[in-house]
């Protein structure tokens, strides 16, 4: 049994972590302001593990909140962020207090409270204009917007904690994740579920560009397995490291639209005749991501399960299940 901080722990990532820490018996904390987690994704665990889950209602851009949050823990889960590259071009500055002034915050009442680990959630964005696939932890170009500059700034500062607080982290450079959860309502909400909404709802998801940008998407329980193994890892050699989390294959939005229309007929036949639309390419984005996960298994033993099409079905059926 561990003591555990999620900060975001009401969001699709942090909710899915929280859970997965719950059933493995762990005592765990959320910290959330409940921006753009929701209150329902707890409350099954409120109700299920009333002894071992506590809710701080908080905000990251407080140090004091986040000096409350992690009293008494041993670990951080740090998933905290405002996402969404189009959201960081509309609001740079909310972006960069959040995200970079919130992730100081929570570094410093982590060192201050004695936090054996600090893990976070890094971003795929990090690498920017780089053309080289797959992506190497390594090799990064330059950030193509506000929201990858405050997820590399990230990377920096927890560096610099680790050489001069001496606090281990390891930063998880997430690409595309989707599953369970996530919210498709939204002016930024992620491509999955957005689309999902828009089939169920006999409407046709438009596409940015001409459909062929690839994503390596993730399925969340990948995710999962890695914030695991990053927690737990007694190697040395693997702390204070940044990994990319991925499944190491990528698919295009072409391709993404044609997988969710054949799962989704399965639940309603009239869904298999809906043609997406296409639309202008948006500012900031990069054109193709794939992970090389070579360094977390290696280091970590990180070893994906779930394939995207194996994920997505998983995904599909969920939405079906609790969108309607």
Not at 8 to 25: D, P, Q, T, V, W
Not at 127 to 141: A, R
């Amino acid at each position: 049994m561990i003591k555990v901080l999620v900060t975001g722990g009401a969001g699709f990532i942090g909710s899915n972590l929280c859970e997965a820490l719950l059933e493995r018996g762990d005592i765990v904390t959320c910290l959330d302001n409940f921006v753009t987690g929701h209150i329902e994704n707890l409350l099954p665990l409120i109700e299920k593990y009333p002894n071992r889950f506590k809710l701080v209602v908080g905000d990251i851009r407080k140090l004091e909140d986040c000096h409350k949050a992690v009293k008494g823990m041993e670990y951080v889960l740090h998933e905290a962020a405002l996402g969404s590259v189009p959201r960081s071009i509309a609001d740079p500055i909310t972006t960069n207090e959040v995200n970079i002034g919130g992730f100081m915050n929570m570094l410093v009442a982590s060192r201050d409270a004695g936090i054996r680990r600090f893990i976070f959630a890094a971003s795929s964005s990090t690498y920017g204009d780089s053309k080289t696939l797959p992506k190497t932890e390594e090799v990064i170009g330059k950030p193509l917007s506000p929201y990858a500059i405050t997820k590399y700034v990230d990377e920096l500062y927890a560096d610099v904690f680790a050489r001069t607080y001496g606090i281990e982290y390891i930063g998880l450079r997430y690409f595309n994740v989707f599953g369970r959860r996530q919210d498709p309502n939204g002016a930024y909400a992620a491509v999955i579920p957005l689309f999902v909404k828009k089939f169920m709802n006999h409407k046709a998801p438009n596409i940015n560009g001409d459909g062929e940008f690839s994503r390596d998407f993730t399925y969340i329980d990948n995710v999962i397995q890695m914030n695991l193994l990053a927690l737990l890892t007694e190697n040395m050699d693997a702390v204070n490291q940044i990994y990319n989390t991925a499944y190491g294959e990528r698919t295009t939005l072409n391709q993404l639209v044609e997988y969710l229309r054949e799962y989704l007929s399965e639940f309603d036949h009239e869904i298999a005749k809906i043609e997406p639309t296409y639309g202008p390419s948006r500012v900031g984005d990069i054109p193709h991501s794939l992970a090389s996960i070579d360094k977390a298994r290696n280091l970590l033993g990180y070893d994906p399960q779930y394939n995207m099409k194996n994920g997505l079905r998983e995904a599909v059926k969920w939405y079906w299940d609790n969108l309607k």
